[in-house]
Nanobody, 129 residues
Framework: QVQLLESGGGLVQAGGSLRLSCAAS????????MGWFRQAPGKEREFVAG???????????YLADSVKGRFTIYRDSAKNMVYLQMNSLKPEDTAVYYC???????????????????WGQGTQVTVSS
């Protein structure tokens, strides 16, 4: 079993930055596909960013079109952590952000929420205009 704990959310003005952290425990997630998803009130959960492991511990990052150029996903495998750096935040980025982990598969499912095995409890991000 893997437990995921997000932190770093909060209230920020438009144009500001936040860094979300996801601490994994229970197992090392260095070879797992990791993802960040978000859910705004009244909306479905949506893909934000994904990180896929490859041979040689190369990681490939993927971003939703809506956050490209503003967000970055990266890992610290030694600490069993995954991060989401969010810059130039917009009011439409307001949502609960969830960290997710997938232990199997090729990693190409990084954008499909139902493909993930483990989820954190979420952290609220609110961007004021």
């Amino acid at each position: 079993q893997v437990q995921l704990l997000e932190s770093g959310g909060g209230l920020v003005q438009a144009g500001g930055s936040l860094r979300l952290s996801c601490a994994a425990s229970g197992r090392a997630v260095s070879t797992y596909t990791m993802g960040w998803f978000r859910q705004a009130p009244g909306k479905e959960r949506e893909f934000v960013a994904g990180s896929r492991w490859s041979v040689g511990y190369t990681y490939y990052g993927y971003l939703a079109d809506s956050v490209k150029g503003r967000f970055t996903i990266y890992r610290d495998s030694a600490k069993n952590m995954v991060y989401l750096q969010m810059n130039s935040l917009k009011p439409e980025d307001t949502a609960v952000y969830y960290c997710a982990a997938r232990s199997s598969g090729s990693g190409t499912e990084y954008y499909i929420a139902t493909a993930f095995d483990y989820w954190g409890q979420g952290t609220q991000v609110t961007v004021s205009s």
